[in-house]
């Protein structure tokens, strides 16, 4: 008997648990299921007691599960919310792509983005397709941009004025407590990064330092391993150096460099 209340009361203190996300969730199911197998295998005291503490462990433990699918049926109901904003982004993206208007139109865009990664995730088996369909209008846009400024003064001096406000928006995005979501969220700002083009010749290494400093300072808070900060840096150094003017002196150079080392 003695033993079977101990039970109860471990099954308790896990109810009593404010559980926020999936992870912990899969943790503490394990532990009440546990829990359960040691119930099985405790043996039996007098019948009233037994009867009556049986009832008080199921009863816990089946509050344990009522406030899992409870938090369940609210993250699915989040999910699909996500998915019909993300929808929404969608067709607004689609509708912007083959607008010539592009001051105005290239504000419009990064707002969308911006406005992608405060919706929240959808489920995983929509979420890539979502964002795919995102991108490839984001792109078609900004690809056709490029082509129409390619080479021209006044576009890098617009693109040096967005990088600028991308770095601010950077330094004001607040890291939530999901990492992965997060993780997303820095990897889009180095998409967007990319996504704005050529800045003029003598802003490039400010720029770039700017921006390098305002991302290196959130994967700081969020933890990240060095290697993989790391790699992400070297991956963003690359792309600029095979971007910017002379950039297969540039990339040769940096060949040059590995190999010395």
Request: charged content about 35%; some cysteine.
């Amino acid at each position: 008997l003695e033993k079977k209340k101990a039970l109860v009361e471990e099954v308790r203190q896990v109810v009593a648990l404010e559980i926020t996300n999936h992870s912990t969730w899969i943790k503490k199911t394990d532990e009440v299921i546990a829990l359960q197998a040691k119930w099985k295998k405790v043996g039996y005291a007098s019948k009233k007691e037994n009867e009556e503490v049986w009832q008080e462990f199921r009863g816990i433990c089946d509050l344990f599960f009522e406030k899992k699918k409870s938090f369940y049926d609210l993250r699915k109901e989040g999910q699909q919310l996500a998915k019909q904003k993300k929808q929404a982004l969608i067709a607004k993206a689609n509708e912007l792509k083959e607008s010539t208007a592009w001051k105005d139109t290239t504000a419009a865009i990064i707002k969308l983005q911006e406005e992608w990664k405060q919706v929240g995730a959808a489920a995983q088996k929509d979420e890539q397709t979502l964002w795919s369909n995102f991108r490839a209008a984001c792109d078609h846009y900004f690809n056709t941009k490029k082509e129409h400024f390619s080479g021209q003064d006044e576009e890098q001096k617009e693109n040096l004025r967005m990088k600028k406000d991308l770095i601010s928006q950077i330094e004001a995005f607040e890291l939530t407590e999901n990492q992965h979501e997060d993780m997303t969220a820095l990897k889009q700002f180095s998409s967007s990064w990319k996504d704005i083009g050529f800045v003029p010749k003598k802003n490039l290494d400010e720029i770039w330092a700017e921006y390098k400093k305002a991302l290196d300072a959130k994967y700081d808070s969020l933890k990240s391993t060095q290697s993989a900060k790391s790699i992400e840096a070297y991956k963003s150094r690359i792309e600029s150096l095979s971007s910017g003017d002379n950039s297969e002196r540039s990339v040769k150079k940096e060949q040059f460099i590995l190999r010395d080392k």
